[in-house]
């Protein structure tokens, strides 16, 4: 089983649509979550951490579910700015290991 | 704002040339790491690096492989007798403070290498 595993898509939905990616990790002594994001040949970038309580920053909604090992990320109100590659990240033994996902692609149509 | 920088942007090089990828990591960062990724791949962990010492590395990370920080600045990513495989865009990231952080990794726009 792959130490991340996300759904690579694409996802192609309209603007305005709401669109939700999912991203389970096999190891239950993972300690931190992140989303990160990254645009065609650039550097990732940090989009939100995840929290156990789940948390939110304007259009984007993270949540984490240990007891299932997995984390979402909700977009509301999709721009044409959103289309990107969202990266599940976790980590083990804090800042030793930090292990991608291989992304997810969003597409968002005119 | 701080930022990780990382040199050379691109580099071409001969099958069995060795090249040196080189990074200046966040100055109060405490942990350092490689990534690779090969076009339209994932972004593949390499090595992190603590306290001037190798602290986790992946099976992609063998012998051809070495890091350095040879002064206090740079941290550099050796590739000895490159591979035609071995093309790809090289990240360098930094993190940690010794007041925490947040564990965010803060990447360099990277390196690209082409062997030929």
């Known amino acids: 089983r792959k130490e991340v595993e996300q759904d690579p898509g694409p996802f192609n939905v309209p603007e305005g649509a709401t669109v939700a990616f999912n991203c389970t990790y096999s190891?239950?002594?993972?300690?931190?979550f992140f989303w990160y994001r990254q645009d065609c040949r650039k550097e990732p970038k940090l989009l939100m951490s995840v929290y156990s309580s789940g948390n939110e920053d304007g259009r984007f909604t993270a949540q984490l579910n240990r007891a299932s090992q997995y984390i979402s990320l909700l977009i509301r109100d999709s721009k044409l700015s959103d289309s990107a590659t969202y990266l599940c990240?976790?980590?083990?033994?804090?800042?030793?290991?930090?292990?991608f996902g291989i992304g997810t692609k969003l597409q968002v149509i005119p | 704002e701080p930022e990780v920088t990382q040199t050379p942007s691109h580099q071409v090089t001969q099958m069995g040339q060795e090249v040196i990828l080189r990074c200046v990591p966040i100055s109060n960062h405490l942990y350092f790491y490689w990534y690779r990724q090969i076009l339209g791949q994932k972004v593949e962990f390499l090595v992190s690096f603590y306290n001037n010492e190798i602290s986790e590395k992946s099976e992609i990370f063998d012998d051809q492989f070495s890091v350095e920080r040879p002064d206090g600045s740079n941290f550099t990513l050796k590739i000895r007798s490159t591979k035609l495989e071995d093309s790809a865009m090289y990240f360098c990231?930094?993190?940690?403070?010794?007041?925490?952080?947040?564990?965010?990794?803060?990447f360099g726009e990277g390196s690209r290498l082409t062997v030929l």
């Open positions: 190891n239950s002594a993972s300690q931190s």
């Open positions: 990240v976790v980590t083990v033994g804090g800042y030793q290991k930090v292990t």
């Open positions: 990231a930094s993190s940690g403070t010794l007041t925490g952080g947040t564990g965010e990794l803060f």
